[in-house]
Nanobody, 115 residues
Framework: VQLVESGGGLVQPGGSLRLSCAASGFTFSSYAMSWYRQAPGKERELVARITSTGGSTNYADSMKGRFTITRDNAQNTVYLQMNSLKPEDTAVYYC?????????WGQGTQVTVSS
């Protein structure tokens, strides 16, 4: 099983980034997918979640209207479009795959929002 995040980097406040998470080794379309983040000295927190079919999404309050989670089950990939980024969005962003029996995590990608 692999979850490989990409797309992180350094961006100025107000800018945008698109994170990708490529999955392999499991039946991607059977798993809800989520993005979490962890800032230095803080607990890991949920950013956004999307159901296995992509029919439903939910977001943490501070991300609503700025972040969009999508998935492509044909490409086994989940995305996180992040707009209007703020310095407080700086964190390591992790991809997660979960169903009733399994829970997988990627290694994370660093997002730094700074001028």
């Amino acid at each position: 099983v692999q979850l490989v995040e990409s797309g992180g980097g350094l961006v100025q406040p107000g800018g945008s980034l698109r994170l990708s998470c490529a999955a392999s080794g499991f039946t991607f379309s059977s798993y809800a997918m989520s993005w979490y983040r962890q800032a230095p000295g803080k607990e890991r927190e949920l950013v956004a979640r999307i159901t296995s079919t992509g029919g439903s999404t939910n977001y943490a309050d501070s991300m609503k209207g700025r972040f969009t989670i999508t998935r492509d089950n044909a490409q086994n990939t989940v995305y996180l479009q992040m707009n209007s980024l703020k310095p407080e969005d700086t964190a390591v962003y992790y991809c997660n795959a979960r169903n009733d029996w399994s829970d997988y995590w990627g290694q994370g990608t660093q997002v730094t929002v700074s001028s």
